[in-house]
């Protein structure tokens, strides 16, 4: 069947399906059709010789489903690794092509018992889907059942004191029979199953307890009631399958709110055919190419990343950046997929195909961070793995001990020691809370790839900042115009230097691209590397440098003015001025005719939240230092600016990889962020690494945390966010191991009701995950606006974390 559709070009059915249809067979040939190569890309991604594939695992209830997952994968001969995000139920294997291939994970999945299929956040949630909707149908069952056992079972407890007859309670009871086996059989069927599933495997979860516990009820209540003896459980049974059940709906509620960025991504887009706009047609976004059009009419989600070719609107990138304000677009500005076209008509070309849009990168990050597994973590997947055995042997202990004690009280104090412990809880506890806090930075333009950021963050002790691009805006701007002759107004000399400057590629050219001009040029003339020449309204204009514009000098008739610039001129070309205010400028002359016109100043202008970022950094007791590759005249000028102590100019790649590592010998902890080529080995070597919204994408494959809006502040929001997390952390890991502390020795004491129990298990899981969900809700944002504030915000969330 999977092999039908792609070959016919249908896969996107996969994303419109809103079920999951039947499968011809369950036979290998099914499975067998994903080691097709052809197929791999549709949910695998090649680096570094493995393939990487996703895949949506259904049917997971708690940490050890996670676990047998991960080690029957392993064990596989060419898988490298396997990690399952229990949240979203997501598998990523890490896998080699020439030893194994794709079809023998499918197989080992479905042989444990689970669905699968390749992964999408559609697919995965529609997994989650189907499993809600048969809850639904269980938990119904068994309310009913519950209900009507319930009010069976009150005519029986009153009448072991009002003399029933036997008739009548034996009608009774065989009532309650009929009614709790439906639940038995089907509302509890999901317990079973797995029970089946983990002892099949030798790893057992807490499906076990469960089961033994309602199977006990059952058989004892069925000899009493055949045999006639004292004691019936049937509302026990249909009680512990009822608030189970809804324990485990209420969850998958939970997890089901992970489930959101898919929808950001259009799956088709409206390209154009020809050069007529009304000429287009619907194609598949992952058929497009670099250099096709596509049309956005206003309201739509913007389907490709790519640049701006004709109109002007409006986007909406807040889900992106975190920026609330639209931003106006017009020919040649970049857009990316998932943004929203609030009020113009986009014609958008191509730049890079479905693989390489900004989302789909943003979305592979996240997944490697929520595959990072911290140490609390692994010490509890651990602990929870032998913690059922550990409930068995304390249920049996409880069992012998009361039957010689008070025997009325051996068969319920067993059952409530089966079903009170939860160490899914405790496994829940760090996923559950980072996942959240991923997904909550993410939402305010903070994309972390490494969960243990927020661990790491507690102890950094040095901050290293690259200059350009990071602390700089990384482009020159104009910083002021001199007017070197009379008769020209400064906007109309801008005007002229912007149409010069359209003509260049240089870097210094973007500082005009702010400048609306309707002027025409001819014979226009670029210089490489010295400046452009034009005839622009019958005149003669040059702009560039001091050499380019002065070459008849002896002819200009503003010769005190050249005398003026040469002397400023000379001055910047020294690295080691000693006004570092004049050696982090750059001039840019403007000559018309043979009259020197104007000096423009351009500078690498630090950014306005630059200051902010320092000063709180280094409030909260964290040394701020400057590497960078430029000449170290410009970065002493911007270190006196920002009033940074430890700067360095002319590094190398492998310099400032050099300094942070001796730094680290020394015990430092080290958040580094860069953006540039050079700065990918040092960002590879810090303990927290932060790569800029306009990073190349090597930089950003090196980076723990890459920053998807323009704002250097919005990095004050970490610390905050690891703060929270730890405290949410904490908050969970207490109340798991206090419950499990605290409830096994009071149910194997006898002093919780098995219907208690249930409720106790359900509500500890639910507990954690809705705690943890205040992870993503939390007002970051705060530390990287509140300027009054912002110092005392950052100074607690980095040191209330260590």
Known sequence: MCSTIVAAGLQDYYRFRSGLAETPSAGSEDFDMYNQPEI???FSVQDAGLWESRLSVGGMHCAACSWLIEKQLESIAGVESAAVNFQRGLLTIAWDSQRVKPGSFFHAISALGYSVAPWSA???????????????????????????????????????????????????????????TPVLLYSAQPFFSGAVRDIKNRAPGMDVPVSLALLSAYVA?????????????????????????????????????QFGSGALMPVTARALVSSSPECSEWRAATQLQPGDVVIVNPGETIPVDGSVVHGQSSVDESAFTGEFKPRPVARGDNVVAGTQNIDGR????????????????????????????????????????????????????????????????AFFTALAVLVVSCPCALSLATPATFTAAVNGLRKRGIVVSDALVLERMSAVTHAIFDKTGTLTQGEPSIE???????????????????TLEQFSSHPIARAFCHINTQLEASNVRVVSGEGISANIEGAFWRIGSWDFCTEN?????????????????????????????????????????????????????????????????????????????????????????????????????????????????????????????????????????????????????????????????????LPTAARRAKVILRQNFSWALAYNLLALPMAAAGLVPPYLAAIGMSASSLLVVLNAARASGADYSKAATAEPGVTSLVQQGVRAVG
């Open 40 to 42: 791999w890309p549709l």
């Open 221 to 257: 209540s069925v000899v009493a009631t055949v045999g006639q003896h004292q004691h019936v459980y049937f509302d026990t049974i249909s009680m512990f399958t009822f608030f189970l059940l809804l324990g485990r709906y209420l969850q998958l509620l939970a997890q089901r709110r």
């Open 553 to 717: 000098s002896e002819a200009c008739n503003s010769l005190a003015a050249v005398n003026q610039s040469q002397q400023e001129h000379d001055a910047l070309d020294k690295s080691n001025a000693a006004d570092s205010s004049v050696a982090n400028r750059m001039l840019v002359y403007l000559c018309k005719e043979t009259e020197l016109v104007a000096r423009l100043r351009l500078t690498d202008a630090p950014r306005e939240d630059a200051h902010r970022v320092v000063r709180s950094f280094a409030a909260a007791g964290i040394q701020i230092q400057i590497l960078s590759g430029d000449r170290q005249a410009h970065v002493a000028s911007l270190a006196q600016s920002l009033d940074i102590k430890m700067f360095k100019g002319g590094c190398t790649a492998a310099g400032k990889m050099q300094h942070v590592k001796s730094l680290q010998s020394k015990g430092a902890v080290v958040m580094m962020v860069g953006d540039g080529v050079n700065d990918a080995p040092v960002l590879a070597s810090a303990d927290v690494s932060v790569a800029m919204i306009q990073s190349s994408d090597l930089t950003r494959s090196q980076a723990s945390v890459c920053l998807t809006s323009d704002k250097l502040a919005s990095l004050l929001q």
């Open 346 to 409: 986009l014609q958008v070309a191509l730049t890079v195909t479905a693989a390489g849009f900004k989302l789909q990168h943003i979305e592979r990050l996240i997944e490697r961070a929520l595959q990072s597994k911290p140490a609390v973590a692994q010490l509890a997947d651990k602990i929870a793995s032998r913690f059922v055995v550990f409930v068995l042997l304390a249920s049996a202990a409880s069992y012998l001990f009361w039957l010689f004690q008070a025997p009325e009280k």
């Open 480 to 498: 002021c115009v001199d007017l070197l002759g009379d008769g020209h107004a400064e906007s109309s000399l801008l005007a002229v230097a912007a």
């Open 122 to 180: 559609s697919t995965s949630e529609r997994l989650v889907q189907r499993q809600v909707d048969s809850l639904l149908g269980r938990i119904g069952v068994a309310g009913i059942g519950m209900m009507q056992v319930g009010m069976v079972a009150i005519g029986l407890y009153v009448g072991d004191f009002e003399d029933m007859s036997a008739q009548v309670r034996d009608l009774l009871r065989y009532f309650s029979l009929a009614v709790a």
